[in-house]
């Protein structure tokens, strides 16, 4: 077995997972986080709990531009290797419907097994080295910060996305992918709110409800999800407008007509839902619409669509124009990145740089709610690992 070099980019969740299984296979490795500590993305996944797979594993639970590209990655490291994984690290893990915790339902746990284990493999990790420049030359590569070179065989760029507000999240690794002749898929928020035109918002800001979420774009339907929905002063949010916010924001980005559909009653059809309204105007003639929808709705909801021409089918379809979304500081990941066609699926190596490996969100790979783009860090980061440590230059 050849011990190759490698030089990681980037100490989130997939960078830690290809230093580790580089290491695992062989090679020396050198781990460079421009931030003070590793994993400070992953310190706040899940809101601080880190749900950090989940045991429903679908296609449609990962985007891409090339919708094939993400599967041959998750089959070669699939959730249960990612569990055993993780369990081998100490960590005892707890099932919650399907969504994987640490039981301490803390994302510092994760972190720490992980840079625990770095030690243990003994992985040169270096913190605050922004990495400015990339070169590739006979002997490999040369990987320069603003204060110091690094040499190396191979190098995995794992350096993120600009999504989030942590420290350290933005355009760097698009850069670097771009100066070694990669294109990169202009990224836009994803699993993020949806700004929205057509009312004032403030009438119904706080209010948290179940519904329908429905993206349709230039009159087709695009994504669908329910849930809790949160209703917000400039449109709405929630976990299902973050698993349809990625079909809204690409189609925005391409300057395309944008709408989303409410349903806040799915349990009944619109007829049924008239004719419930109807025994209750009966039963109070003298009553206003909004008194007809209590106890249906929070009443705030109730104010709004009440001011509606057919309260009944804004409660089935209420519409808005979306006009944009919340920005990158409030998005959770980016659609977007790294075209993926340029990059081998089974072991991340480029197809346009040999001896560079990409993985996690620097890839246009995103997965929906609920563990999924973990699930991708992991599994991208674990494929590029072994093989940038196993395959010769």
Known sequence: MDNHTVIVIGAGASGMMA???????GAGVTLLEGNDHPGRKLGATGNGRCNFTNLVQRPDCYRSSDPGFPAAALSAFTVQDTIAFFTDLGIYTVNK?????????????????????????????KTREKVTQI??????????????????????????????????????????????????????????????????????????????VTVQIDGREAARESGEVQLTEYGVSGIPVFCVSRFASVALREKKNVQVYLDFFP???LPQLRCFLEKRREKWPQRPVRD???????????????????????????????????DFSHAQVCAGGVDTRQVDPESMESLVCSGLYLCGEVLDV????????????WSSGAAAGKHAALCPQ
């Not at 106890?295 to 089935?316: H, I, N």
């Not at 995103?366 to 860090?377: H, I, M, P, S, V």
Request: aromatic share 8%; glycine share 10%; net charge positive.
């Open 97 to 125: 419907d399907g969504y994987m915790y640490p039981r301490s339902m803390q994302a510092q746990s994760m972190i720490q097994a992980l840079t625990m284990e770095l030690a243990s493999l003994r992985v040169k990790v």
């Open 292 to 326: 007809l929808l209590t106890g249906l709705f929070p009443d705030r909801l109730c104010q709004v669509l009440a001011k509606e021409k057919d309260p009944a089918k804004s409660v089935k379809t209420f519409t808005l124009e979306v006009t944009g979304t919340q």
């Open 366 to 377: 995103d997965g929906t709610c609920g563990g999924y783009n973990l699930q991708w860090a």
């Open 19 to 25: 230093a580790i299984q580089a290491t695992r296979y």
């Open 135 to 212: 070169t590739r030359n006979e002997n490999g590569f040369t990987v320069q910060t603003q204060g110091w070179q690094y040499h190396a065989d191979k190098v995995i760029l794992a350096a993120g996305s600009n999504a989030s507000a942590i420290q350290g999240s933005g355009r760097d690794g698009y850069d670097l992918a771009r100066s070694l002749g990669h294109h990169v898929i202009e990224p836009v928020p994803a699993l993020t709110g949806l700004r929205c035109r057509g009312m004032s918002f403030a009438s119904w800001a706080g209010v948290r409800t179940q519904a329908v």
């Open 267 to 269: 349990d009944l059809t």
